[in-house]
């Protein structure tokens, strides 16, 4: 399906008539008349404006996909989001720790442990029953190693 096509069937189901679509648009309706010819195509503003609009992907108001899903996430999506970026973020801390000499390492091992016993004394341990680790070298792979095991 073409844009010209698929921008006229968005407007009909969402209830605008090229007139109240141009005007949404601050356009004229001659413009919106042309890009449901095919004669003229609009500009990136306004495709986005027009998937905001009609809550539809980029490339299916462009025809160029059938698929017609909303672009906005989820929660779930925004959730799994979050969670990458504590992944991220922890991958990294321990990337940073990896990189450090044995004396660096020895220091930060030994304000983890200091910590770790002030929490523990104070009650503001953190649960994480729920976490599983993975890692993996050059040399072998070890996956899914819940928190306390060796």
Do not use: H
């Amino acid at each position: 399906m073409s844009f010209a096509e698929r921008l006229k069937e968005l407007r009909k189901a969402n209830g605008y008539t090229q007139v109240t679509l141009a005007e949404a648009l601050g356009l004229s309706k001659g413009t919106v008349a042309m890009w449901e010819t095919g004669k003229r195509t609009p500009d990136y503003e306004t495709i986005n404006r027009l998937s905001d609009m009609f809550d539809r992907r980029i490339d299916y108001i462009l025809g160029y996909s059938d698929d017609d899903s909303s672009p906005k996430l989820t929660m779930e999506q925004i959730n799994q989001l979050g969670e990458w970026e504590i992944q991220n973020e922890q991958i990294d801390i321990f990337r940073q720790f990896l990189r450090l000499d044995a004396y660096g390492q020895a220091c930060v091992s030994a304000l983890i442990q200091r910590e770790g016993v002030r929490c523990r004394e104070q009650s503001t341990e953190r649960d994480i029953s729920n976490i599983k680790v993975g890692i993996q070298t050059a040399e072998r792979k070890v996956t899914d190693i819940p928190y306390g095991q060796k």
